[in-house]
C-alpha cells in the first residue's frame, strides 16, 4: 500500500496519534505530536484512515526507547514509546474528555483521584499467545506483518510466567509445544494459579473457571480503596444490603463482611464465595430480567456495585429506578460505555468520585471506578 507523510497534531483517547491527510483524519498508533515522518495505510475509511509509522524523521523529545524488543510489531502494548509518567498523563486526559457527557473539566480536576500501578511490567497472572500449528507459530498478533509473530520476552506477564514461555520458546521448542494443541490455530492460556503454579490451557475461553482479575496488586488497590469508601458512606454496625451487578466470583464485595450481599453474574464459581455473599446466577442482558432479579431480592439494596464486561448495562438507569440504591459503585473497563450509562441518571446522582485505577500499563485500557449519591429528594 501507498506511503503517505504524516505530521501528528494530537493524541485519541486510545492514544494514537492524529494527522490530518488530505481533507482526512489519518490514526497513526505509536507516534507522539509534533512527530513528522511516512506511514503505510492500512485501511481507508470515507472520513479516516489508519496507517502505520515506517519512518519518524522528526521524532518528539518525549519519545523513549521501548523497553520490549516486540514493540514495533506486536499490537499488544500502546504507549511503550512514553514513559509511564506521559501514559498516567494520557489516560487521565482519555478519561476527562470521556466524562464530559457527566461533569465540568472543572469538576472533573476537583474529584479525579489517579492510582498508577507500582510498576509497569510483570503484572499480568495470566497471557493469552495465539497458535499456527502447521507454520509453528506462536505469538502475539502483528498488525503489519497480518500474522502471529513470536513474542518470547512480553514484559507484561508475571515472572514465573516469563520463566515457562522462555521454556516454551527455547529450551522445548514452539513446535514440540504445539503438538499438544488439538486444532489447526487457536491460542494458549498461559496462567499462573493463587498458588503460584504456572499451568496451560489450549483453547478455553476461562481456564481459570470464571471470570478473575488480571493484575492482582491493582485490585487489591482498588479493593483498599472500594472497603474506605464503604465505611465513609455506610456506619460500621449498619445492616447494609449490596446488589453486586456482574460479580463475578464475588471479588469486589469479599471484603465487606458485615452486608448482605446478592453477587448477580452469568457464572459464578460459588466455592469462591464467603458467607455473606449470595449468588444469583443470571444473564443480566436478558430481556424480562429487571423483574426476576427484584423478585429474587428482599428489601431494597441501599449499595448497587456494577462492574460490566466492555459493552457496559445498556438497561441498568432501568434497573436504577427500581431498585433507587443509595449510593452507586459503578465500575468499568471501558469509559465510553461507562459515561453512557450514567448519562440518564444526572438528575438523581451527584458524581462524588471519580477514580482512575491503572490496572493495564503500557496498554491504552484502565479502570475507572464512579462513586454516585442519590440527591436528598430522590
Ligand atoms: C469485568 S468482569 C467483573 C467481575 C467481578 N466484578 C470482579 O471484580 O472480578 C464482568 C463480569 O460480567 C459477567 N457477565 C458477562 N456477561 C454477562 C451477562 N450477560 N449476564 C451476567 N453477567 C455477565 C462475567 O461473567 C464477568 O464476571
Known sequence: MELIRFEIQDIDVFGQGISKIGGKTAFIPKTLIGEQGSARVIKE?????????????????????????????????????????????FKKKALKNHMRKLVSDDEFDKIIQVFP????????????????????????????????????????ADKLIQNRVEQIYNTAGVGEFLKKARKKEGHVEILLTPDNKVTIHFDK????????????????????????????????????QIIDLFGGSGNLTKNLANSKCYVVDSFIKKESLSTHQI?????????????????K?????????????????????????????????YISCNPSTLARDLENLMDFYQ???????????ATHHFETFVILKAYEQY
Open 45 to 89: 475509511k470515507k472520513s479516516y484512515l489508519i496507517a502505520q509509522a515506517v519512518e519518524i524523521d522528526v521524532k518528539s523529545p518525549d519519545r523513549v526507547e521501548s523497553a520490549c524488543p516486540h514493540y514495533d510489531q506486536c499490537t499488544g502494548c500502546h504507549y511503550l514509546h512514553y514513559s509511564y509518567e506521559d501514559e498516567i498523563s
Open 117 to 156: 500501578d507500582v510498576e509497569r511490567f510483570n503484572y499480568r497472572n495470566r497471557i493469552q499467545l495465539h497458535y499456527q500449528k502447521n507454520e509453528s507459530l506462536l505469538g502475539q498478533y502483528s498488525t503489519s506483518l497480518k500474522k502471529n509473530i513470536p513474542t518470547p520476552e512480553c514484559k507484561l
Open 205 to 240: 475461553q476461562y481456564s481459570s473457571g470464571g471470570f478473575t482479575q488480571v493484575n492482582q496488586r491493582a485490585n487489591r488497590v482498588l479493593l483498599d480503596f472500594l472497603g474506605l469508601s464503604f465505611r465513609t458512606h455506610f456506619k460500621e454496625n449498619d445492616p447494609v
Open 279 to 295: 449468588p444469583i446466577v443470571m444473564n443480566l442482558f436478558k430481556k424480562g430480567m429487571l423483574g426476576t432479579l427484584a423478585q
Open 297 to 329: 431480592i428482599e428489601n431494597k439494596p441501599e449499595l448497587m456495585i456494577v462492574d460490566p464486561p466492555r459493552s457496559g448495562f445498556k438497561e441498568f438507569s432501568l434497573l436504577v429506578e427500581s431498585i433507587a440504591p443509595q449510593m452507586i459503585y
Open 351 to 361: 458524581i462524588e468520585s471519580i477514580s482512575l485505577f491503572d490496572f493495564f500499563p
